[in-house]
């Protein structure tokens, strides 16, 4: 059969459900303390933590707001907004998901370093649990696009009582029972999944790198790879939605020339191509590429001269990502211009710890966009300015009566406080997800995440065990 008759034949097969599906990602992402929806970080912690966590909306490939575990807003433009959760709503273990479940999720995202805090900002308080299916989110100020955030993956519920959804019973289209090993843990399928029961019946997970998915796709030892894999064929890139910054301590203001330093003297192609697992490309405006209307153009390198006076302090990395070759690589780049920063690589949970009470003089931080531009811009903002102040730039923002016109001005907002603020943006990443050819139903959503619920093996060789399903 040639390529194109095959081609047709698998555009006009319908989904099956059934078989194993063979999962290969980074080693360092397989870890439970890393797969808590509140501190994911990294394109491959959305990636897994999603297998495990349903969002209470879903966002289009368009960006367009669905409905996922609750039911899609009325007027938006209100300072009292009414969510409601689908009714009869369980995580796996048929464990009842209520209201109160979901204000608690939401109210962690408030805490000083995490990635979402900037989410709740809009917020006069906190959310509350109405009934066993509503919840009321009251505002300090207008704010019509904040369900988009709610899209995220950052935003998904825990269950009962769990700080992590790999420790307890979860809402994604897999369940995990145990604890995750890089070596090879399996996952089956959440029959008790709100969006429905996967297609496939069990999703094996186990480590493996770019070198070892070229050879383990070719062989049938996995499926799909969560990893860059060259000269495949198969391949689907997610959009680059989660953006790395240098930021400097705002409260040491003898610091700030350090981010005009790495603005101007360290080249950020160099950087990505040599450093940064793709995909990915150099950051030059405060916005992630899924959210910035307006593309910032490359700045030039210059060959500046050294600092007259002398800088020296401490650059904080999370142990666990590609970020230390990073801050290896600005560390020697700043030793040249006469600034000595020792890189100190920390735990996740110490590295969140430090982030939230200051103590740093600077840092490498990831954040994971949240789909909507005025957000992210506050996401930005939070690690140079106080919380008071960024509220100010939402509120303008959020009085802007239309969609377009309010992400308009995020964007030129941010282009305004570029180089104003001590916070330098390097690089923007996403997800590459190889597959063999059988692998079908890969898409990503607006926020660069995949649904590995939605994949389904075809074997043209089987019958066809086919159903209907509701994703």
Request: with cysteine; proline share 9%; hydrophobic share 45%.
């Amino acid at each position: 059969m040639n390529a194109a008759l095959l081609a047709l034949v698998l555009a006009a097969t319908p989904p099956r459900y059934g078989g194993g599906l063979k999962v290969l990602a980074p080693a360092s992402a397989i870890d439970a303390d890393r797969l808590d929806p509140a501190d994911a970080r990294s394109p491959i912690e959305l990636a897994l933590t999603r297998v495990l966590c349903e969002p209470l909306f879903r966002l289009g490939s368009d960006g367009t707001l669905q409905p996922g575990l609750a039911q899609l807003p009325g007027d938006t433009h209100t300072r009292l907004l009414s969510l409601k959760l689908r009714a009869g709503l369980q995580s796996s273990g048929a464990t009842p998901l209520r209201a109160k479940d979901v204000a608690a999720a939401l109210d962690r995202l408030a805490s000083p370093g995490n990635p979402y805090r900037a989410l709740m900002l809009p917020l006069s308080g906190t959310v509350s649990a109405r009934s066993d299916v509503e919840l009321a989110a009251s505002f300090g100020f207008a704010y019509p696009d904040w369900p988009l955030a709610l899209a995220h993956v950052g935003a998904c519920p825990l269950p009962p009582g769990k700080r992590a959804p790999s420790m307890g019973a979860q809402t994604g289209p897999f369940a995990l029972e145990g604890k995750l090993a890089a070596a090879g843990t399996r996952l089956d399928a959440n029959v008790d999944c709100p969006a429905g029961r996967p297609y496939a019946d069990k999703l094996n997970l186990r480590s493996g790198s770019a070198k070892t998915a070229a050879r383990a796709l070719a062989s049938g030892d996995a499926d799909l790879a969560l990893l860059p894999v060259p000269d495949t064929a198969h391949v689907v890139e997610g959009p680059l939605a989660v953006a790395t910054y240098f930021a400097t301590n705002p409260a040491k203001p003898q610091l700030a020339k350090l981010a005009s330093l790495v603005a101007s003297g360290v080249d950020r192609a160099e950087l990505v191509r040599i450093f940064v697992r793709g995909p990915a490309q150099p950051l030059y405006g405060l916005l992630a590429p899924s959210v910035e209307p307006h593309p910032v153009a490359a700045t030039p390198v210059n060959a500046m001269p050294p600092l007259a006076q002398h800088l020296s302090g401490t650059l904080l990395v999370d142990a666990g990502d590609e970020s230390r070759a990073v801050a290896e690589r600005l560390q020697v780049k700043l030793h040249d211009l006469g600034a000595d920063l020792k890189v100190v690589p920390v735990a996740r949970a110490e590295y969140v710890r430090r982030l939230g009470v200051g103590d740093y003089d600077a840092a490498l931080v990831t954040l994971p966009a949240l789909p909507e531009a005025g957000l992210n811009l506050a996401q930005v903002l939070l690690l140079a300015e106080p919380p008071a102040q960024v509220q100010q730039e939402l509120a303008v923002l959020g009085a802007l009566p239309e969609a377009a016109a309010r992400r308009e001005k995020a964007s030129a907002r941010a282009r305004e406080l570029a180089g104003t603020i001590s916070v330098t943006p390097l690089y923007a990443q996403g997800l590459a997800a190889a597959g063999r050819p059988h692998v079908r139903g890969l898409a990503f959503d607006a926020a660069g995440v995949p649904d590995l619920g939605a994949l389904w093996l075809d074997d043209l060789d089987a019958p066809r065990a086919t159903a209907q399903k509701d994703r």
